[in-house]
């Protein structure tokens, strides 16, 4: 049950706090979820663009990226390497921007049942599974054409 | 959207209402057709039912409990077309985790895919069990995900997912894929051989397997083996080191961009993400052995530590980064050259100064990192002034880090600078911080002061800052500092007078100053403005804004001024009685008792009154005894500063000093009063401590001339009370001496040459490591009884020394070997005991970091003119004092269980020789040690699940689990499982647990007695042996 170098949870909100994909790779109720990704706004949602992408958050790490009116959010281990994720956060992002050509939030919120796809994807049991831009693309229209 | 309008018409309807009451009442009303559609099944297309469950998954996401519909979900795992099925993963993979019980209907639907042939179920169940399999998944499904894994006719796609999905169930029960799932068939193979040859023929068999697949050319499927290894290596490495050549070997292809195709490179580094796993996955192995993969690897890391430039585009030097700081960290586990060290250093050095504030906090977090393995102090010291200035910068994580970093870099060398910079930033610091900090400069100001009035300028700084985060030890000692320091005292008391000039003060700050001004303030009387009365004046004025139990203190001090009062002040005499008169109906007791004892006192007491009027007459007596805290004072510092010079965790400063039982924090004598003619009404009334809870009563001062005792200045510090029982003795609940009888006299003629000590002391010392009062040692002539209390990582330990004869013990020395996690402080020691009394000395100690070792007790003294009786005894400053109850539900427990992996954080063991007990006896002894047993958690009945926090300095308070799983054939062995955020402390805790469980407990090897030594005239007790590393330990070791 080694958890120390695995991603607990990815958030993706908005400015006013709205989750637009929560996606926890450890188990956490419900009531807990929510306390989550209250805090976890609550912590990035005013810091300075100048700041460290880095925030303590209980006993783990958040590393977040801002992009428009957006937060990604990574909860990793403390001694996990923070650079590493933060451009993981950004090859979500421009895998999401390949897919929907310049995404903005309108495409996550009407296709968030793709995103949660896309997701599964790119990263698996809180490990990044694949980072060729190419190969999910390419992966997302074979699963388009099943359905 | 192919075909989901009804889902984007929800979206919308979502996006336009007004207000969240809207939203609401739009979601209520989905909830409820939803709901009705479930119920009416029969009539839903698959494709209705499919639309229903993607709403709500987005209700979900909006934050509102959807609290049904979680059957028609999974069941959608086993529909026949692949829309609906998607659906059914994704969605139950959203609303569910490991512990519900719904998931485990699906496990057959889920297994029927994985073995299926349809590639596409395949993934989607393979991506199902990697997120939210659980234990249960775990056991079923290993083998059939290490078989796609490992076959050659799936594509990389399914077996890059079948990677991780056995990393996860690998987490999940680390045994399925040691039994079953990694070597399966080799199990099969060997079933009839003997055990041990199957376990090492499969290591090796899962290990060639583990290498093979490091072979892997799709770099799609080696990144997810290689979290795969980093998994099975932070596990156990061992069996594993076939990887280490394939791990260098995958660097240096990356490092050197051979055969990376450009779908791998991000922003022109080859994946940045694979190389930071396999520098991770080699930090696992202790070292690396192999000449050759040693020299190819450091090459690679040199190429990377040298290579890596600052560019401009953002995501490239993020990248490039990430790799660097893995580097720097592979780079320190290896314990690198010297060279390649400083190099290191250096770029730190560069990274602590750089603008971009992500490479300037991962500059300070590995510098700090760097302090701890190298002795690359120095050099990091030059970077004092940079690190600094990261302490105020705007954002929080750094200045965390940079106080982190300055706290970890502090010697006597930069203490005042560092400290200073705590000081302002305390101010502006957020109280999330402020607690921290304040204790942060408080230990370092007291441990590396370069002179004691400095020391006291911090902590009163600390105290008007940031009072509501000192703690009482921290003005205790300041307290305890001033009253051992007499060129310290008029410094100390005028410092206070200044503070109480401000308009608001903390309440901390008026005990401190009230304590300061009571036994000091005299000493300004010339000033202006510290008059007896002046001083009550300020004092008085605080009174009305402290809370009841700071105002008994101020009595005493108001009783204080009273008496120092030069000449007599009548005017403030009818003021202070006015104010004791007032307090003579308190409600609070003790309060009410202050106020009458002292108000009698100096009223009836007239003859009283006038000996301590007279107290400055006694020059002598009061030199000798400065003299002699000076003497200690002297050695004190300067042994302190050569431990500091040695940079020795502790600087215990445990020197055997005669002067009379001063010295605990706000230290309070009363003399023994036996000479003095008191009324009998205000004698049986005064029965309590006069300084409250802050004070001891020492009922024994050691003297030879009652007169010196009424008028020794110590007296002042707190009037006289306990007048009707000066021979009263510690009366403690357990064990502690009471009044001792006349049976262990042993008249001097007939002493014999060997003093035996009574009882036995290694059970003696066993039974207070459970406990926390009562015997440590005796014998004919004295009794060591211990009490003590702990807090988080502090502890204060009183130790009772009780003479039992009729004749004193002299020459009484007691001298602290602490181990170096421990720092430790023991208050003066009286050189005499006298006859059949009993002197307290406290002993404060602090913990540093787990560890096992135990301090050591050097005690000596000397009775009549031939016999010195030394003993070495083991202080009970023992691992569980630090621990603190703490009893978790299972929802506590098993995820922290889970998130903390195999070895170093998780370690088990299989422990013989257990001493027999039932389940019941298991219980209470482990509660007794403070792990508490949380009950019901664990389904077997045979074992047991428990919690405890652990305290250090160093550490955080630790959450540690156990788990002890027993065998109802054999009471002598079990399995024991511990975990902690700690390395060190997971392995120290396991191992004393093991302590307290085998038969033979700890103490068996048998401590020194006491052996009276050959009476030489000049027989002087060791001296701390502070060239040794760490003589506590040692000794500990020895005994």
Redesign the interface.
């Known amino acids: 049950?080694?958890?120390?170098?695995?991603i607990r949870f990815i958030l993706l909100q908005n400015r006013q706090g709205?989750?637009?994909?929560?996606?926890?790779?450890?188990?956490?109720?419900?009531s807990e979820k929510?306390k989550v990704?209250y805090e976890v706004h609550r912590l990035v949602v005013n810091?300075?663009s100048?700041?460290?992408?880095?925030?303590?958050f209980r006993?783990h790490k958040v590393i977040y990226r801002r992009y428009a009116g957006l937060f990604f959010s990574l909860c990793v281990d403390i001694t996990d390497?923070?650079?590493?994720y933060?451009?993981?956060i950004?090859?979500f992002v421009e895998i999401l921007d390949h897919f929907f050509s310049n995404v903005c939030e309108l495409d996550l919120?009407?296709?968030?049942?793709k995103v949660?796809?896309i997701l599964?994807e790119f990263i698996?049991?809180g490990?990044?599974?694949?980072?060729?831009?190419?190969?999910i693309i390419e992966?997302m229209s074979e699963?388009e054409k099943?359905? | 959207m192919s075909g989901m309008r009804g889902l984007s018409v929800f979206i919308s309807d979502i996006r336009n209402c007004q207000n969240k009451e809207a939203e609401r009442l739009r979601v209520d009303k989905e909830l409820g057709n939803i709901r009705t559609c479930f119920k009416n099944d029969k009539g839903l297309t698959p494709y209705k039912k499919k639309k229903y469950v993607w709403k709500m998954l987005y209700i979900h996401m909006l934050g509102y409990d959807v609290d049904f519909g979680h059957m028609e979900a999974v069941s959608l795992i086993s529909a026949p077309k692949y829309p609906e099925k998607q659906v059914g993963y994704i969605v139950t993979s959203c609303l569910l985790n490991e512990n519900h019980d719904f998931l485990r209907l699906a496990i057959n639907a889920v297994r029927n895919d994985i073995i299926g042939r349809n590639e596409t179920y395949q993934c989607l169940a393979l991506t199902l069990v990697g997120n939210i399999g659980g234990r249960e998944f775990a056991e079923s499904l290993a083998p059939d995900v290490q078989k796609l894994l490992i076959s050659s006719s799936c594509r990389p796609l399914v077996r890059k997912k079948a990677a991780l999905c056995l990393l996860r169930l690998f987490r999940k029960n680390p045994d399925v894929v040691n039994a079953d799932g990694w070597c399966v068939l080799n199990t099969l193979l060997f079933q009839f051989i003997d055990v041990p040859f199957i376990f090492s023929s499969s290591y090796a068999y899962r290990a060639d397997r583990m290498a093979q697949l490091l072979d892997e050319r799709d770099l799609g499927v080696l990144t997810s083996s290689m979290s795969l290894l980093v998994s099975l290596v932070s596990n156990d490495y061992e069996g594993y080191s076939s990887c280490l050549p394939k791990c260098v070997k995958i660097l240096e292809r990356l490092a050197r961009n051979q055969d990376v195709p450009q779908e791998y490179t991000y922003y022109g580094i080859p994946s940045p993400w694979l190389q930071v796993k396999t520098m991770r996955a080699l930090q696992y192995f202790p070292t690396i052995e192999d000449p050759s993969t040693r020299r190819s690897l450091f090459e690679v890391l040199q190429r990377i530590l040298m290579g890596t430039d600052v560019v401009k585009n953002v995501n490239k030097n993020n990248a490039s980064h990430a790799v660097l700081f893995e580097a720097l960290s592979l780079v320190m586990h290896l314990n690198a050259e010297k060279e390649m060290m400083s190099q290191c250093v250096a770029l730190l050095g560069k990274f602590i100064s750089v603008r971009e504030p992500n490479i300037r906090y991962l500059g300070l977090e590995n510098m700090t990192r760097m302090l701890m393995i190298t002795d690359a102090q120095d050099i990091i010291k030059k970077h004092q002034p940079q690190i600094i200035t990261s302490l105020k910068d705007p954002d929080i994580s750094i200045r965390r880090r940079a106080l982190d970093l300055l706290y970890g870099m502090c010697d006597v060398s930069n203490a005042k600078g560092i400290v200073e910079e705590l000081l302002q930033y305390l101010s502006t610091a957020e109280f999330s911080m402020r607690e921290e900090l304040s204790l942060k400069a408080a230990i370092l100001a007291e441990k590396f002061a370069p002179d004691l009035s400095w020391y006291v300028d911090v902590i009163l700084q600390l105290i008007d800052n940031a009072g509501d985060f000192v703690s009482d030890d921290i003005w205790f000692r300041v307290v305890q500092f001033v009253t051992n320091n007499e060129d310290l005292q008029p410094y100390a008391a005028s410092k206070v007078r200044e503070y109480m000039d401000k308009i608001a003060i903390h309440e901390t700050m008026v005990k401190v100053s009230a304590y300061i001004l009571g036994e000091y303030g005299h000493l300004l009387a010339r000033r202006p403005g510290c008059s007896a009365r002046e001083l009550f004046g300020i004092l008085h004025e605080k009174l009305p804004t402290v809370s009841s139990p700071t105002i008994p203190l101020l009595l005493s001090t108001y009783a204080k001024l009273l008496m120092h009062a030069q000449p007599p002040d009548i005017e403030l005499q009818k003021q202070i009685w006015n104010v004791f008169k007032k307090y003579e109906s308190s409600i609070d007791v003790e309060i009410q008792q202050r106020a009458v004892e002292y108000f009698e006192l100096s009223k009836k007491g007239a003859a009283l009154m006038d000996v301590l009027a007279e107290m400055p007459k006694f020059p002598e007596r009061q030199s000798s005894l400065i003299k002699k805290v000076e003497d200690v004072e002297d050695t004190a510092d300067q042994s302190a500063i050569k431990l500091r010079a040695q940079q020795l965790p502790s600087n215990a400063l445990v020197l055997a000093d005669p002067q009379p039982v001063n010295g605990t924090p706000p230290p309070l004598k009363v003399p023994s009063i036996s000479g003095i003619k008191l009324d009998h009404e205000s004698a049986s009334q005064t029965q309590s401590q006069p300084n409250g809870d802050l004070s001891k009563v020492q009922s024994q001062i050691p003297s030879a001339d009652l007169l010196g005792e009424m008028v020794d200045p110590l007296a002042i510090e707190a009037p006289p009370v306990d007048m009707g029982s000066h021979q009263r003795v510690y009366r403690e609940e357990d064990g502690i001496p009471d009044e001792v009888d006349g049976t262990a006299i042993v008249p001097i003629g007939d002493q014999a040459n060997k003093v035996e000590p009574i009882g036995n002391i290694t059970e003696r010392f066993n039974a207070l490591c459970l406990k926390d009062s009562g015997v440590l040692y005796e014998d004919p002539y004295i009794q060591i009884g211990v009490k003590a209390e702990w807090r988080g990582h502090h502890g204060r330990l009183v130790l009772f020394l009780g003479n039992k004869v009729t004749s004193p013990l002299t020459s009484v020395q007691a001298l602290i070997l602490p181990p170096a996690h421990l720092k430790l402080e023991l208050s003066l020691v009286p050189d005499t005991i006298p006859p059949r009394a009993q002197v307290q000395c406290p002993l404060e100690v602090m913990n540093i970091r787990p560890s096992r070792d135990v301090a050591v007790l050097d005690f000596s003294y000397k009775f009549g003119t031939s016999m010195v009786v030394s003993a070495k005894l083991r202080l009970p400053a023992v691992l569980n004092k630090f621990l603190q109850p703490l009893q978790l539900t299972s929802e506590e427990f098993f995820p922290q269980w889970r998130s903390l992996s195999g070895p170093p954080l998780k370690l088990q063991e299989v422990v013989r020789g257990v001493r027999p007990l039932s389940l019941s006896e298991m219980e209470n002894l482990f509660n007794s040690f403070r792990v508490t047993i949380c009950p019901g958690l664990d389904p077997n009945p045979n074992n047991l699940v428990a919690s405890t926090t652990f305290y250090s300095e160093n550490t955080r308070p630790m959450l540690c689990l156990a788990r002890i799983e027993t065998d109802p054939a054999d009471r002598t062995q079990l399995r024991l499982t511990v975990a902690s955020g700690d390395s060190t402390l997971t392995f120290e805790l396991k191992e004393f647990i093991k302590e307290q469980l085998i038969a033979i407990p700890m103490g068996s090897r048998a401590l020194v007695p006491a052996v009276p030594v050959p009476a030489a005239p000049l027989a002087q007790p060791p001296s701390p042996a502070v060239d040794a590393n760490d003589p506590g330990a040692m000794l500990a070791g020895l005994l």
Do not use: G, I, M, W
């Open positions: 049950s080694n958890l120390s170098l695995q709205k989750t637009r994909l929560a996606k926890y790779y450890v188990p956490l109720e419900e929510h990704e810091r300075d100048k700041f460290t992408n880095f925030v303590e006993t390497n923070e650079l590493a933060l451009e993981c950004h090859l919120v009407f296709n968030f049942h949660y796809l599964d698996l049991a490990e990044l599974q694949e980072t060729s831009k190419r190969a992966r699963l099943l359905e």
